[in-house]
C-alpha cells in the first residue's frame, strides 16, 4: 500500500516528492513506488456563505442580522475546484492506506488539510509530518518520525474557532455597519482592535499641545554636564527666568567634581529571531513592510531552503538542535559573514539556556539559518538584505556579551548639581558581528536629545575633587514632543503586547486596513483615514478594546493545548456577535463618507465618492448599487509645456477646456486657433484627400500649409 501526501503548495510537493523519489509527473500529483504526493493551493475548502444558507441571504438587509448558524457548513472555493477534486478522486483509491499531512506545521497549515479530509470523506488512517525546514535531510529525518494524526486534533480545534469566530463577528458587524450606514464598512475581531490602537495614538497627537522648556548645560570643554534639580530629576525646566537665573548664578563660579561612579556594565545577546521580530528589524533598516518581510522569508523558507520555519513566536532553541548548530555555522561561513564564523567554529560553541530553551518553545523554534549550501548570488536584493539579518543575528548568539565602563560624574556650581556620563566600550563583544554599535531607541518615547549628547561622551581622566575650568553656560530652549505615529513595527510591538492576532496574521490584519481605505502610509507612518476614524467612532466598545481580542487568543491558544472549552469559547462568541448586532441597530451615530466630491453620477445623480485603486484615483457612485465608475485622473494629452517640454493634463473649466503642466503650472486654453491636430488626425485627413484625388503638387503645398497652420508639423 502505499502513503498519500497532502501539502499545502506545488513548490514544496515539488521538492517532497523529489525527496522520496516519486519521479511520474501527473497533471496534479506525483507518484512513486511508495508515495503519490499531491497539493493544495492554500484553501481549497472554505467556510460556506450566508446564500448557501438560504438564498435570501444574497441581499444584505439589517432585518436579517444576526447570521448565526446552528452548525458551520463547508464548501468547496470555486476558482481551485479542480485540484479539489483530483486530491477527492486520490482519496477513492483502493492502493493508498493512509494519509500524511505535510501542509504547514502551524494552526493555518492544520486547517488547510483537515478540511480537504472533511469534504472528501477520508477515514483511513493518517499521519502528520512536523518539520521546520524544507531541506532534503530535515524531510528524510520528518518522515523517518511521522507523529500520529490525532496528536493535532486540539490544535485542529483551535483553528476552527479561529475561523468560525472570525466568520460570526466579522461577517455580522460587517454587514450590519454597512447596511446600516449604507457604506462599505469593515469590522473585525483583530482589525478593529488594531485600528483602535492607531486612532487612540492619532487622538494623543491632535490633542497634544507643545510647552516650552529650558535646559540648561555647562560647557566645560571635554565634555558637557545637564544640569537637574536631583538626581531623579530630568532636568527640564519650564520658566525661562528660572533657567536664566541659573545660568547667570554659574557662569562665573568654580565647578567642583563631587563624585565619580565607574561601573562595569555589560549587554548580552539579543535572542534569535522570531517572525514578529525579525518584522519590526526589517521595517527599521530597511523599509520592508511586514507583509513584504512574510513574503520574502517565505521564498527563502521554500525556494531557497536557507533558513527555518518562517511563522513562529519562539526566540529559543531546542536542546535536540544542539548538535546541528556548528554545521549551521560553517554553511554560512561565506563572503561577508566567513571572518565572522570562522572564530567560533575553532572552539566548542557558547550554547547557553539563553539560546536553547526547550520551556520557551512552542510550536517552532526561532528562525535561523540551515545547513543548506549558500549561495548569495542566487539570491535577490531584498532576499540578501532579510537573509543578512537573520544570519548576523544567529552568529551574535555565540559571541560574548557587549562589556563597556559607564562613568558618571556629580558636579557642583555656585550650590546647583550638573551631572554628566560617559562609556567607554571594553569588549565589543557580539556588536562586532554588526560592524558598529547599533542605537537602541523606542520610537514610542519622546527622546531628550541633550541626554542622548550627554551619555555618549568621553570623558576624560578626572578624580573626586577636581575643579574644572568652565567654558560657558548656556540655557536650551526646546518644545516637548508629541508621540510618534505609528510604523509598522511599532505597531507590530504593540500588537504583539496586547495579543492582536499572531505572528503569522499580523502582517495581513495590517494589509486589509491598508485595502480597506481605513489607514494609510505616509512616509514610513500608519495613519487613520476620515473613514478609519469615523469606523472607530461606529463601533461598539467592546469591539475596539485589545483586551477582549487579546483574551480570545490566549483562549485559542489553550484550546490548541487541550485546556481550553471549545463549546463555552463559541457559546461567548455567537453571544458577542448578536450583541454587537444589537448596538449596530440601536445606534444613533451618523456617518457622513468622507471621501464625497462635489461631482454627481451622470447615471444616478448621487454624489460620486473618490477612491484609490491600483490604477490612481477613482470616482464611484456613493449609491451602493449603482455600478458607475470612472478615473478621478486628468487624461494626458500629447501637447507638450513649453517650459519642461512633459505632456500635458486635459482639463475642463467654465470657460471650455485648458491643457494644464502639473510640473510647472502653465495653462493654454484650447480652442480652434490653438489647438493641434492629434497624428490619428493628422493621418485620416491625408487618407481622405488621397482618396477624393491624386495629390498634385498645388493640393499637395495646401495640404502642408494646413498641417503647419493646425500644428501637425511638431
Known sequence: MKSLVLCEKPSVAKEIARVLGCGQRQKSFFEGPN????????????????????????????????????????????????????????????????????TDAGREGELVARWIMEMAHWRKPFKRLWISSQTDKAIREGFSKLRPGREYDNLYASAVCRAEADWLIGLNVTRALTCKYDAQLSAGRVQTPTLATLMARESEITNFKPVAYWNVTLDLGSFQAKWRGGEQQDGRLFAKDKADEIVNKVKTADVRLLRLNKTEKMEPQPLAYDLTELQRDANKRHGFTAKQTSNVLQRLYEQHKLVTYPRTDSRHLTSDMASTLKSRLESVSVGPYAALAKPLLRKPLAITKRIVDDTKVTDHHAIIPTEQFLNLNALSVEERKLYDLIVRRFIALFYPPYRYEETSLTLKAAGELFFAKGRVQKDAGWKEVYGSVPESSDEDEEVDRDDRQTTRQLLPELKEGDLLKLKGCRAQELMTLPPSRYTEASLLSQMEKHNLGT?????????????????????????????????????????????????????????????????????????????????????????????????????????????????????????????????????????????????????????????????????????EENSRASKKEQSQLVKQFSEAEPLTSSLADALKAALNKSGGDK
Request: net charge positive; glycine share 4%.
Open 503 to 671: 505572528p503569522a496574521t499580523r502582517a495581513d490584519i495590517i494589509e486589509k486596513l491598508l485595502s480597506s481605505d481605513t489607514i494609510e502610509r505616509r512616509l514610513k507612518n500608519l495613519v487613520p483615514t476620515g473613514k478609519g476614524k469615523q469606523l472607530i467612532e461606529l463601533a461598539a466598545n467592546e469591539l475596539r478594546s485589545p483586551e477582549l481580542t487579546a483574551e480570545w487568543e490566549l483562549e485559542l491558544e489553550r484550546i490548541a493545548r487541550g485546556k481550553g472549552n471549545r463549546g463555552k469559547f463559541m457559546e461567548g462568541i455567537r453571544a458577542q456577535a448578536a450583541q454587537l448586532v444589537r448596538e449596530v441597530k440601536i445606534s444613533e451615530v451618523v456617518y457622513k463618507p468622507h471621501n464625497l466630491t462635489h461631482s454627481k453620477c451622470p447615471e444616478c445623480s448621487n454624489l460620486l465618492m473618490e477612491r484609490n485603486s491600483k490604477r490612481g484615483k477613482t470616482l464611484v457612485c456613493s449609491n451602493r448599487e449603482c455600478e458607475y465608475r470612472r478615473s478621478a485622473e486628468p487624461a494626458v494629452i500629447n501637447k507638450r509645456c513649453p517650459q519642461c517640454m512633459k505632456k500635458m493634463e486635459l482639463h475642463t473649466g467654465k470657460a471650455g477646456k485648458y491643457a494644464q503642466c502639473r510640473r510647472c503650472n502653465v495653462i493654454e486654453m484650447l480652442n
Open 35 to 102: 508515495y503519490v504526493v499531491t497539493w493544495a493551493l492554500g484553501h481549497l475548502v472554505e467556510l460556506a456563505e450566508p446564500e448557501d444558507y438560504d438564498n435570501k441571504y444574497k441581499t444584505w438587509r439589517l432585518e436579517d442580522l444576526p447570521l448565526l448558524p446552528p452548525t458551520m457548513k463547508l464548501k468547496i472555493i470555486k476558482e481551485t475546484s479542480h485540484q479539489y477534486k483530483a486530491i477527492a478522486q486520490l482519496c477513492k483509491r483502493s492502493d493508498l492506506g493512509e494519509l500524511i499531512v505535510a
